[in-house]
C-alpha cells in the first residue's frame, strides 16, 4: 500500500493473500495499529502520509524491489482499458498507477514495468490531454524496451530508434 497513492486505496488493488482470512486479518491489524482508516463507503482506506513514507523507509533494498515488482505487476493485471462503460473503475485506479509510475525504477520486471508505464503514457496522461507528460514517459518505455531487447532488434527499428 505505501506505494499506492495516499487517498481512496480501493480493496481490489491490495496485493491478494493466501486465503480471505489471511486478508482480513492483515487489514484489521493495519487498522488496530491506525496505519490504514476505512473509508466511510467501506471499499477502501486511506494511508496516512509518515506511515506511507516510514514504511517505504522500511523497505529500504531488496524487500523495495520486491514489493514493487510485485505491486507493478498486479497493477498491470487488473488496470482496466479505460472505455465510458468502466469510466469509475480507471478514474479511480488512475492516482494509483501514477504514484506507482513514479517508483518504476525498483521493479524488477522490467516487461511489467513497460507495461505500467505504457498504460500511464496512452491511458492516462494522453487521455487527459497531457501530450507532453505522456511524450515523456513513452521516452522512458522507449529506453526500458531498448534494455531489455537491445537496439538492433527488429521492434525497435519498427518504433524508429
Known amino acids: 500500500m505505501c506505494f499506492l497513492a495516499e487517498k481512496d486505496i480501493p480493496e481490489s488493488l491490495l496485493p491478494f493473500a493466501e486465503d480471505e482470512i489471511e486478508r482480513d486479518e492483515a487489514i484489521a491489524a493495519l487498522q488496530a495499529y491506525a496505519f490504514i482508516t476505512k473509508r466511510e463507503d467501506d471499499t477502501a482506506f486511506d494511508i496516512h502520509r509518515l506511515v506511507r513514507l516510514a514504511m517505504r523507509n522500511h523497505l529500504k533494498g531488496e524487500d523495495t524491489t520486491e514489493s514493487v515488482t510485485m505491486m507493478v505487476q498486479h497493477l498491470c493485471e487488473i488496470y482496466p482499458f479505460p472505455e ?6 480507471w ?3 488512475m492516482p494509483h498507477l501514477l504514484t506507482a509510475a513514479e517508483v518504476h525504477e525498483e521493479s ?8 505500467l508505464l505504457a498504460k500511464v503514457a496512452s491511458l492516462t496522461y494522453a487521455i487527459t490531454a497531457k501530450y507532453k507528460k505522456a511524450e515523456e514517459v513513452y521516452r522512458q518505455v522507449l529506453e526500458l524496451c531498448e534494455e531489455m531487447l537491445g537496439r538492433q532488434h527488429p521492434l525497435m527499428f519498427r518504433y524508429g530508434v
Do not use: F, P, V
Open 84 to 89: 465510458y462503460e468502466n469510466r469509475d473503475i
Open 91 to 93: 478514474m479511480r485506479y
Open 108 to 115: 524488477a520486471d522490467k516487461y511489467a514495468t513497460g507495461m
